[in-house]
């Protein structure tokens, strides 16, 4: 078991009647997600997505991520939301958050096309010089605004440096199966394409060729992913006593919070390599779950680091919020505290501890005191940092939010309200159609008042 | 004016009477903070620092800042909560994310003592490596846990490689004047050293020599970044009418919007090198307010990145937050969206503009949709991205949470609430004392239930 609920810190918060009083509404919720019964199961395809994982498409990723390997020094991956937190976050996880810094054999990874920032695109551009490019552009239309813009320009540098013939062997392209303007120009310029899937929406699509292509140039096992979500799937999706599934239990904790008035999630790493895991966990429960005037506000924080910015406001601040703490149980790296005979910093009492142990320390430390502070704290115990307990971890998020977004009484799997900004967007910016001059005469009245 | 408040989009929810009626209360907190009169009054050395800084000490920093530039490729800062996220948010404010991976003739800068994890401290060893290293540690007492263990290490580490002489060249530190383990060690080593002020908290410390001199080794312009907080002193210190001093109207608006219900403030930037700027806030304000239930929880989102991730959440899910808005008026970068004949993208419709223009009117767009979400915006206009604007900014925000908490009803310059994870932590790792031992008696009764 890569993932481990720990529920030791809840007790003076959550009773076992009020376990029981939900159950039945989780183990319902489970059961709609594995039947596929419920609203948005048309994106259930991550579901089952370990075990169906086509083979061919498997092997045709790890080829490329060789080749681009075997080709360049840097890989420039284009995608926003979805196509952009999954692959970073198991970057971050398996290789930690200064990969590009690490000497390595592998290319050096930047994440563009995820904001309209001129100094990112400037500042990249700069970056490459000098060095061999590969592009994955990552977008199921190839007409969302961010990384369009991106692909124009990146294109464009490309095609001038390799010529169009070279620069078409450098550019990967994962996109939808059949359709869409970026198919058709990948068809044209003969790029090498991979699939967005029809039926898993951007958040839920770390472990499709959408996260995996990235994944698998930073050397990480993508195999092994794909084994530790489909082992996730055999623990979790089928066992429905909450006492015997972390999962349900997750869910359940979060319903029984949420109902008894707390407002904020935080989840807590206390190693840099989890503050892209906390992103992308952020837009999963967020846009899963924050619609109808519902959910919990998911917040992150990666301690030690923020005990000295954010813990006064935790301690002691308003009662807004619980906290949920990944607890890694064997670190990548054994530092061990030197003895120093003079101890002029007063450490000798920690000296020859390794900083994993202390870390450990801190963390429970933390929990006790945030308890008595009037904050529940529930951990989730993370085995290591392994591309297995990668895909080990993302299932057992994935399924928890499907149950308790179900259990919220929400659809997980829409977003209806990222539309709005987008729509208001292309009307100031004078994109044709009629909804967009409406759009455009309802703001130019609101502004006038 | 580097830094404007435009309150355009609170217009449906803060009506000209609410205002009038805390006016009189922010007026009085600015009179209790500018006559030192109020809680917290021995921290106030950061009101009239821009004024009083002495010119001999900003001339020894810059003068170590020039012997640091020409003596490494790497300087590694050691500092934790206001001893690290104001030199980082300055460095990234002005230089960008990615300044450790851009071409400069400045050192690479690392942040490090700022966590415990072993990874953290194994993967700087192994990026300093065969580069010319310097150090700065930054802390008070020399006792701060995690900054004390990575000074051990990296101590170690340059008198290893060094010899003791030559690391005693390449070691400078920032700490009290008189006192302490670590002005002992200073002294007895040969160390540079640089003074912590006694009347500055660290979250208020960063145009301190705590930040400055690794602000200075990046090659930002200490000396107008002091002259943009004198500038802000001038404008915001003296004036009453909250009408005209936007420091007051940004103070009196997050109390009005707390009044009226709301939990959470969103600080959110269009620009990655704003992300640090928005963690020194979080310090900033969730420190000082966030104690005896109170305050207002800081979060923040780099938009439009986030767009794509918390967007459906705050246009559409619980009713929490409000958010406030960096707009940079001149950005660093002018990239423009290049025209494509084939248009596959559909993005003619903004070939030609550049980033920055659709970056502002995704910004504009946004709050226009989360208004009409229910979610009130304000507007903070940065100019520029300049060292003088980060120091104007950087006095607008401290003076406005010292009035605001004041408004509130705390003392803004203590953080009682962190000590106790400390404590706990310092009795399980077993540390010498009956305070200690009384700890881990009760912590040992708590796990034993």
């Known amino acids: 078991m890569s993932v481990k609920l720990n529920d030791c810190y809840l007790k003076p918060f959550i009773s076992s009647s009020e376990y ?6 989780i183990q319902s919720a489970l059961v709609t997600t594995r039947e596929k019964s419920g609203a948005g199961n048309d994106f259930l395809g991550w579901l089952d997505l370990p075990e169906n994982f086509d083979k061919k498409e498997l092997f045709d990723i790890e080829e490329a991520a060789k080749d681009i390997r075997s080709m360049c020094d840097v890989l420039l991956v284009i995608g926003i939301g979805g196509s952009y937190l999954g692959a970073r976050a198991a970057v971050e996880f398996v290789h930690g958050p200064r990969y590009n810094n690490l000497k390595k054999d592998t290319p050096d990874i930047y994440f563009v096309g995820n904001d309209i920032s001129p100094s990112t695109v400037s500042e990249l551009l700069s970056i490459v010089e000098d060095r061999q490019v590969c592009l994955n552009v990552i977008s199921k239309s190839g007409t969302t605004t961010e990384p369009a813009i991106a692909f124009r320009i990146f294109r464009e540098y490309m095609e001038n440096k390799y010529g169009e013939e070279e620069a078409a062997k450098r550019i990967f392209v994962t996109t939808d199966r059949a359709r869409g303007k970026l198919k058709e120009l990948s068809d044209a310029k003969g790029y090498r394409t991979f699939v967005v899937p029809d039926d898993i929406g951007g958040r839920f699509s770390v472990l499709t060729p959408v ?3 990235p994944i698998a140039v930073s050397g990480a096992d993508v195999r092994a992913m794909l084994q530790g979500a489909a082992d996730a799937r055999n623990a979790f999706l089928f066992e429905e006593n ?7 239990k997750y869910a359940a904790i979060r319903n029984i919070l949420l109902r008894s008035g707390k407002s904020i999630e935080i989840l807590a790493g206390y190693e840099p390599a989890f503050a892209m895991t906390c992103e992308w ?3 999963l429960y967020g846009e899963s779950e924050g ?3 519902n959910g919990l506000y998911p917040a992150s924080v990666c301690f030690t680091t923020d005990l000295h910015s954010l813990g006064q406001f935790i301690q002691d601040g308003t009662a807004l919020m619980f906290e949920t703490v990944l607890d890694l149980k064997t670190p990548k790296a054994k530092t061990v505290i030197p003895y120093d005979p003079a101890n002029t910093d007063g450490l000798n009492y920690i000296a020859g501890k390794s900083m994993h142990e202390v870390n450990r320390v801190a963390m429970q430390a933390t929990a006790l ?3 008595d502070g009037g904050v529940p704290n529930l951990v989730i115990e993370l085995a290591d940092r392994s591309s297995y307990s990668f895909g080990y971890m993302v299932y057992f ?3 928890a939010c499907a149950v308790s977004g179900y259990t919220i009484g929400v659809n997980p799997f829409d977003q209806p309200g990222v ?3 987008k729509k208001n967007m292309f009307a100031l910016l004078g994109k044709q159609g009629s909804e967009f001059d409406a759009i455009r005469a309802a703001i130019g009245e609101k502004i006038s008042k």
């Open 291 to 293: 619609k109808g005037g």
């Open 20 to 25: 029981e009083a939900i159950a039945g509404e």
């Open 281 to 283: 966990w952020k837009q």
């Open 369 to 371: 005191a945030h308890v």
């Open 419 to 421: 539309e709005a900004y």
């Open 242 to 248: 909450i006492e015997k599934n972390d999962c349900l």
């Open 397 to 399: 998020f994935e399924l």
């Open 211 to 213: 996260g995996l292509l």
